[in-house]
């Protein structure tokens, strides 16, 4: 092993682990807390790409695999709620190559609109699950998910969380290996799921899960840790904080959290007088342990919400329940200083508009000094959302419907959205606004198929073009104005759009001054974080 330490992220971490496995491509659609993983294999000199969304990731993955080439998809916990439709059914073709899905889940919400729990995909779909603590962790757990994958031929998901994808720590990396090359083997019986084939391949999946809980018991990256009478059983970082919290309890530490290693758990509970569960999220540990007939101490109800730290920790085992101290009050987000897209609201909010929102940046405008957005639900669902009220709103009403959507967002989910629109129309017609500040600002200024440039920042051979895109799909009435410039073109297109019964988009464009500030530097040469 090599004795180079190197100080990472939890996510440099899955990024230099996927390097030295010999993946062939990182495909995956930016979010926080995940976003740095694919920028990061890409400057190490994987060849990664940003997709439309997650969906398209993970079957750009998928195909990858099934060429036998080793691939690494990544994605936000939400992203895992898009491309659900391959990765149920990927559990059942299964793969040749190695797939791995890095998920970063948000615990607390520090950049996110729900706090779903990914263990739960992981037991819904059959996949198994690997979830490292720290960064060495992160690192050698990225090498173990491609082994994993292609010894039982599965996808494999690796679950982050915050803590672990931003916080540094001390990674010993191994030797490079390379990976296998692409070569295609035809098996159509287990690619193509038609009934007859996929009912085979479910019970097929069963039996693989059966052998690895029984490699997870007696081969699993789990230890366990201490002599203490007090049992500890605990995930990813939380194991970290149980740790810390009291050194003197004997902790199961489980480092492959589906399938769960349920007979080493249950002998380990009865090894000790008393034992608990530590883990963020949903009570997934505690309530399989319990359905085996494991004793364990139920959690109270309010450690399921946010993170965990070793005070919270602390007040789990002592049972605590009262009221915990209030976090430091932080300055609220908004909208930069300087951004167009303050007016583009401003404008809407004077006509008293009904304001179904999108997932970026501009979703900030539902805080002060704005409070211009009335509803936001996940990428995409500001068109669909806007359709549904002006369907059923009475018309004075139904007629200040505008559905507002960034243009990374419209790349991601707004196309089928629009298709809806002209098929379904209402009778008043529908007003959206592309807020087109020509990147995926939210998570650092990413690049999409509407910018004309790649992962790098570098030109793309070809660019998708919103208002070619819109024309073809049949929409009456396209407008494009720069709304810093010209402010009067803008509010007459509003206005226009409000009072008739036209299927009127409203590209309000202008770039985010934060990406022409970065690419003003690429064009001097000058270094870009």
Not at 214 to 240: F, K, T, Y
Request: net charge neutral; aromatic share 6%.
């Amino acid at each position: 092993m090599s004795k180079e330490r190197m100080l990472l992220s939890g996510n440099e971490a899955v990024a230099l682990g996927a390097l030295h496995a010999g993946t062939t491509l990182g495909v995956g659609y930016p979010g926080t807390p995940s976003t740095e993983i694919l920028e990061n294999a890409s400057k190490l000199g994987v060849n990664c790409q940003w997709s439309p969304n997650e969906k398209v990731a993970s079957e750009v993955a998928i195909g990858v695999a099934f060429a036998g080439a080793r691939t690494l998809c990544t994605m936000k916990h939400v992203g895992l709620n898009v491309a659900a439709d391959p990765f149920f059914t990927v559990a059942y073709t299964g793969v040749t190559g190695g797939m791995v899905l890095a998920v970063a889940d948000d615990p607390g919400m520090a950049s996110s609109q729900n706090e779903q729990d990914s263990r739960n995909y992981a037991r819904a779909a059959g996949v198994p699950m690997l979830e490292p603590a720290d960064s060495q962790e992160a690192y050698e757990m990225t090498r173990l998910a491609f082994e994993l994958s292609e010894r039982w031929k599965q996808p494999v998901i690796l679950r982050l969380c915050t803590r672990v994808c931003h916080s540094k720590t001390i990674v010993v990396p191994c030797e490079a290996t390379e990976g296998p090359g692409a070569d295609y083997q035809r098996d159509i019986k287990q690619r193509v799921m038609i009934p007859a084939y996929a009912r085979l391949a479910h019970k097929t999946l069963r039996k693989k899960l059966a052998d690895l809980e029984e490699w997870n018991c007696a081969s699993g990256p789990n230890q366990v840790l201490g002599e203490g009478r007090l049992g500890i059983i605990a995930n990813g970082v939380a194991a970290l904080h149980a740790q810390e919290a009291v050194p003197e309890a004997r902790i199961f530490k489980i480092g492959m959290s589906w399938p769960l290693p349920m007979k080493a758990l249950l002998e380990f509970i009865a090894s000790v007088d008393d034992c608990v569960v530590i883990e963020e999220g949903d009570p997934f540990i505690q309530t399989e342990i319990q359905a085996a007939g494991g004793k364990v101490r139920p959690r109270l109800e309010r450690y399921r919400f946010g993170e965990l730290d070793v005070t919270r920790v602390k007040r789990i085992l002592a049972g605590d329940d009262s009221e915990e101290a209030a976090p430091p009050k932080g300055k609220p987000p908004q909208l930069c200083q300087g951004c167009p897209h303050r007016f583009s609201f401003e404008v809407l909010k004077k006509r008293g508009c009904i304001i179904t929102g999108d997932i970026g940046c501009y979703t900030l405008s539902v805080l002060p000094p704005f409070e211009t957005m009335d509803t936001c639900v996940c990428m995409g669902a500001s068109i669909g959302v806007g359709l549904g009220m002006r369907h059923v709103l009475p018309e004075d009403q139904a007629r200040k419907v505008v559905s507002v959507i960034g243009d990374s967002t419209f790349m991601h989910s707004g196309l089928t959205g629009i298709a809806e629109m002209i098929y379904n129309r209402p009778k008043t017609g529908h007003v959206i606004v592309i807020l087109d500040n020509s990147t995926t600002a939210m998570t650092g200024l990413q690049e999409h198929p509407g910018t004309g440039k790649k992962m790098d920042h570098s030109a793309a051979e070809n660019r998708v073009c919103i208002e070619d895109t819109l024309k073809a799909m049949g929409v009456e009435k396209i407008v494009i104005v720069d709304p810093s410039k010209e402010a009067g073109a803008y509010e007459k297109a509003v206005d226009e759009a409000l009072g008739s019964n036209d299927l009127t988009v409203i590209i309000a464009r202008r770039p985010c001054i934060l990406a022409l500030a970065r690419d003003a530097k690429f064009a001097r040469g000058e270094k870009v974080r």
